[in-house]
C-alpha cells in the first residue's frame, strides 16, 4: 500500500547532477551529490549523512588532487560501517554505558560500540537522508544548507531537534561549516555535532599521513581507558606524547600512543592517535585556531578553527582492513588524520565538563573554517597567534625538520566490498553490508537485497516459456534508498497506519513518527524497510536456494516500545513457488507487531501496462471500510455482498476500480478479511495474456488490496515507467490500526512470545 502523496520522480542512479550550478527552490529529500566549486577549488556533498565526499584543490605545482577519503558512489555510503566525511550526532563520540541521566530521568541509548554508544548510535545522523533547503553550485559564495528533523526517541535521545548545516566555500581555498540545532518539542536533550572528514593532504589513497606535521592550538587533553571513554580528568600535554603545540611529524610519536584495542580480539592493542584535545582559548563560543596540517612533499596546509570546547585528533588507526576507497584505491592504517572538533566526550556523565545540554528553544552552534595553502610551505615554528609560511623558490629545498616521506602505506588482506557479489553461493558468516542476493531454483529466480529486506525482482516464464520479471521496483540499492513507494520491501515494526502515531499499552501512551500527514504508516519514517538487515544464511542453489535475513529493533525507535528480534526467510521450493517465512520476538518489553510484505505484481510483467485486465479472486467475505485517511475510524467490519468491493469469484480487476476510492483518489486500497484460519488460501490471480497465475496462502487474518493508485510516471527497472494501475499488491497482514482498536484482533506481543506471519506464492503458467 503506497503513501497517498505523489511520488518523486527518482533517478535511474543515486545522483543529482552534481555539476548543476544550483539555484532550484523546491526542496530535496532524495540523495543526490551535489557540487560546490569556486574556481579550481571544489567539494562534493552528498545529503545522505550530510556527508563531504571530496575536496579537491591544487598543490605548490597546480596539481590537482582530492584530499579526502571517501567512496565513488552514495550506495557505497550507504553501506560503510565507518563514517567517512559525515556529520555524526546527535551526540558525537562516545557515551559511556550507552546511558545518561537528565533532569534526573535515566535514558539508555542503542549500544552500537561495545557497551557504549559511538556517534548517535546505529543510525545516527551519518545513516540519515537529510533534506536540501537550499543550494547554489557555483559563484562568489558555492553553499549548500541542509536540514534534519530528529524525532523524540530517536536512538534514544529525548526530544525533537531541528537540525541544520551549511557549506560554503569563501576566500580563494576556505571551507566554512555552520551547524546548528534547536530543541523544539518542550525537552533538553545533549547535542554535540562532529565533521568526521578523514584528511590525507597529499591525495586520497596517496599513502600514510605520518609524514605530516600537525600543530594543536591544545595544551591539555582527557586521558580515556581502553574503551576510549574519558576518565574525567583534563590533564596538561606537556611532557607527554601528547604535546603537539609545536609543529611535530605524526610519525614521530604515534607509536607511543594507543587507540584502543583491536576490535577482533579485544585484546591487541592499537597505536595511534584517538583522544580529545581541550582547545585553548578563554571565551567558548569564539571562532579560534584549533590546528594546522602540513604536508611537505605537495606543499599542501590546512588550517582549522572553530567555536567548540574539544577537538578529536585521530590518525586512522583503525583503517586496517583494505578499506576500497575512491576509484579503487585502498586506505591502510594511517591513511588519514581526523580532526573533529566538538563537546568533550562523554560530557552528559561527566558533570566537571562543558556541559552538551541544550533546552527547549535553545540553539546549539558549531562553526568551523578550513583554510587551506596549495603553496609549498616550509616548516617552521610558529609565532602562536598566526599562522607562518614561506613559499620555496623553485630550486631545490627541503624544509630542515620534515622526515623522510614512508616509501609506501601499510596494506591489510581484504577489500571491503561494495556489493555483495549476487552470485555467491553463500555459506558465509553474517554479512552486513547491502547486498544484491540472487535465489536461482531452473527457470525461476528471485533477487533479494538486505536494504529493507525487499523482493527486487521475480523472473518465471509464462505459457509459451519467455522470461519477464514480474514485479515492479528498481535497478539499484541506491534507487531503493530514494524509494518512497515501498517497491518489495518487508514493513514493520507496525505496518499500515496507526492514527495520529499514537496508541495506548498496558497504561502507556507512546508517540510514534508520523510520516502520512498526521499518521504513521509501515513503521515511521525509517521502518524496517529503510535499514540494513543482517545476512544470517545464504544458499543460493541447489533444491531449495534460501537466503535469511536478520534485524535487531531496539526499545523506542521510531517510537514503539522494547527491543525486537526480527527474521525473515525467502525461499523457493517445488517448481515455481517462494516461500516467506517472518517471526519477531518481543526480549524486554511488549509492543506491537505488523509486519507486510509489499511487493507490485504485474503476471504481464513489470512495466508491460496497466493490470486492469488481471482477473482477482479474494478469500474473503469482510472487509473494514475506511475514511478518507485510509482509516478504519468507525472500527466496523463489514460484509463485501453487494459492493464493488467483492472479490469471491474471480473478477477482472478494472470491472469496479473506478466506484471505489482508495482515499482520494480511484483504486483499492482496502483491508479484506480473510475467511478461515490458520494457513489457508488467500487470493488468485491471473494474467490472460501471458498466462501466467498467482495463488496467495497466508496466516494472517487480514490482506490489503492495493491497486497501484498513486503510480505516475514512476521510473522503474531498465528504464520502464510505471503509471497509474501499472502493478497490484496483496499484503497479508493484521487490521490497520488494529493498536487502537480493541474490537480487532491484537497485535500485541509480550517478552518471550514470538510473532509469526508465512506467505507462501504459487506460480503456474
Known sequence: MARPARLLLLAAVCLVAAASAGGADAEKKTVGVYELKKGDFSIR???????????????????????????????????????????VGRVANRIAHARFVLDGKAYHLFKNDGNNTLHGGHRGFNKVIWTVKEYVGGGDSPYITLYYHSFDGEQGFPGAVDVYVTYQLSGPYALSVRMNATAVSGKATPVNLAQHSYWNLAGEGSGDILGNTVQLFASRYTPVDTELIPTGAVAPVAGTPYDLRAPTPVRARVHQVTGGVSKEDGKTTIYGFDINYAVDGDDPHALRRVAVVRDGVSGRAMELRANQPGVQFYTGNFLTSDVKGKGGKVYGQYGALCLETQGYPDAVNHPNFPSVIIRPGQVYRHDMVYKFSPSRICCVRPHPDRLVSLRLSKTKQRCSDRPPIMAGARLSLALLLYLVASALAGGAGPRKMVGIYVLRKGDFSVKITNWGATIMSVVLPDSKGNLADVVLGKDTIAEYVNDTSYFGPLNGRVAQRIARGRFVLDGKVYHTYLNDGKNAIHGGHRGFSKVIWTVKEYVSGGD????????????????????????????????HVLEMRSNATALNKATPVNFLQHTYWNLAGHGSGDVLGHTLQLSASRYTPLDVELLPSSGVVAPVAGTPYDFRTPTPIGARIRQVMGGRIAGYDINYVIDGEGMRKVAVARDGASGRALELWANQPAMQLYTGNWLNNTKGKDGKVYNQYGGFCLETQGYPDAVNHPEFPSMTVRPGQVYKHDMVFKFSF
Not at 63 to 78: I, N, P, Q, R, S
Not at 551 to 560: I, K, L
Open 45 to 87: 556533498v552528498t545529503n545522505w549523512g550530510a556527508i563531504i565526499m571530496s575536496v579537491v584543490l591544487p598543490d605548490s605545482r597546480g596539481k590537482l588532487a582530492d584530499v579526502v577519503l571517501g567512496y565513488d558512489t552514495v550506495a557505497e555510503y550507504v553501506n560503510a560501517s565507518g563514517y567517512f566525511g559525515a556529520l
Open 544 to 575: 531449495s536456494p534460501y537466503i535469511t535475513l536478520y534485524y535487531r529493533s531496539f526499545d523506542g525507535e521510531q517510537g514503539f516500545p522494547g527491543d525486537l528480534d526480527a527474521y525473515v526467510t525467502y525461499q523457493l521450493s517445488s517448481p
